[in-house]
């Protein structure tokens, strides 16, 4: 997998390419995107070795003729920066060895301008719709693989574009299954999946993840999904396949909302809301606990300024000891208008958010309540942001 990283970032970063192949998933970069696109561009870089006629290229070997490849090249569709929010594909990633510094992002190269200046193709995987800002990546698109229902609304790519759309649990369903027949196309079967167990590995974690341990409530986990699960953990044979992804399930639950790594900053971007020019960003933590961070307040300011909003209401809640709640507003520019909205909300009464003031000694210019009304969440609070915005 690092062999595989590194030399295609070489290639890409010395231009040392005749042809240039993107794997992209959407852009919520959610675990089933990030691995899907990181496997299959792995696949197609391995697929593409197999298959290599050597005795054309022995002339290219000994030196006497320069000889550039083909590369296939994985991009996370998220800023370079925004990579930390995504917690669990972070975690997972790390788990597995792979350098995350290494991987390519969605704002790390000018992408019209790359896919200009080759012979380039896109696979599209986890989407088949695309979002504006990548509308551009159509007319390069030959491959799809994708687990939503599918949308022909939008549908512009070129009619001998071969797709892999079927509604299953998760995207790697579709990409195990995919890798397998063009595997068996070759006679290799099982192959890449022993070359690569990492990638075993990972396609068997999300498919456990998405279908959330095939979850009867949830429903979401199809038997197609069941059957690549059964046909990784033959060639993974962890000792008991029940423990195991119990394990993982649990280990990627906890993950995403391990916030523990993320700056305020990044905190403050993870899950956010804007309503009018209110920004509400809620926490996997305490506010309280997110006002002890260094600079936490600073960080507020900024992300007010960034999104043109002039005041937050921070929404926080910690599961760990039962679950508790609690909420502060803030503004710099405004104070004003935090005090207005904190009384309105203070008053707020379909349903009553329960909201009891505190004097927080690390923040005294917030405005900062423990929230009795504990099934009140960022739901709750929408139509009361809409009711003040309507007053004002
Ligand atoms: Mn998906």
């Not at 709640?325 to 009384?343: E, H, T």
Request: net charge negative.
């Amino acid at each position: 997998m690092e062999e595989y990283i590194g030399s295609t970032l070489t290639k890409l970063k010395t231009k040392q390419y005749s042809e240039l192949t993107i794997v992209i998933g959407n852009e919520s970069c959610d675990l089933d995107s990030a691995v899907s696109c990181l496997v299959f561009a792995n696949f197609l870089y391995w697929q593409h070795n197999e298959m290599k006629c050597k005795v054309c290229t022995k002339e290219y070997r000994d030196g006497s003729m320069e000889y550039k490849d083909e590369i296939f090249l994985p991009i996370l569709n998220v800023d370079r920066n925004d990579f930390p929010l995504k917690t669990e594909v972070a975690f997972l990633f790390r788990e597995k060895g792979i350098n995350v510094g290494d991987l390519v992002y969605r704002d790390d190269y000018d992408l019209p301008q790359l896919l200009k200046s080759t012979k380039s193709k896109v696979v599209l995987v986890d989407h088949h719709v695309l979002a504006n800002k990548d509308k551009f990546l159509a007319e390069y698109v030959t491959e799809i693989i994708d687990h939503r229902p599918i949308d022909k609304s939008e549908w512009t790519y070129k009619p001998d574009t071969r797709t892999t759309i079927e509604t299953v649990g998760s995207c790697c369903t579709l990409v195990a299954q995919r890798i397998k027949d063009l595997s068996s196309l070759m006679a290799k079967d099982v192959q890449y999946f022993n070359a690569y167990p990492v990638c075993s590995e990972m396609l068997h974690a999300t498919i456990i993840l998405d279908t959330v341990n095939f979850s009867k409530e949830v429903n979401k986990g199809t038997p197609h999904d069941e059957e690549m699960i059964l046909f990784l953990e033959n060639l993974l044979k962890p000792t008991d396949c029940k423990a195991e992804r119990e394990k993982q399930l649990n280990t990627l639950l906890a993950a995403r909302t391990d916030v523990s790594q993320l700056s305020a900053a990044q905190l403050l971007r993870k899950d956010v809301k804007i309503v009018g020019n209110v920004l509400v960003p809620s926490f996997p933590i305490l506010v309280e606990e997110f006002l002890n961070r260094p600079e936490a307040l600073k960080a507020v300011s900024e992300a007010l300024t960034q999104t043109n909003c002039d005041v937050a209401l921070l929404l926080g809640m910690d599961l760990s000891e039962g679950l508790k709640r609690d909420i502060a507003v803030f503004s710099s520019s405004n104070p004003q208008k935090a005090v207005l909205l904190s009384k309105f909300l203070e008053d707020y009464n379909s349903p009553s958010l329960g909201l009891s003031p505190h004097q927080l000694s690390t923040a005294p210019e917030c405005r900062y309540y423990r929230q009795r009304n504990l099934s009140a969440s960022r739901k709750q609070y929408m139509p009361a942001l809409h009711r003040f915005r309507a007053v004002l």
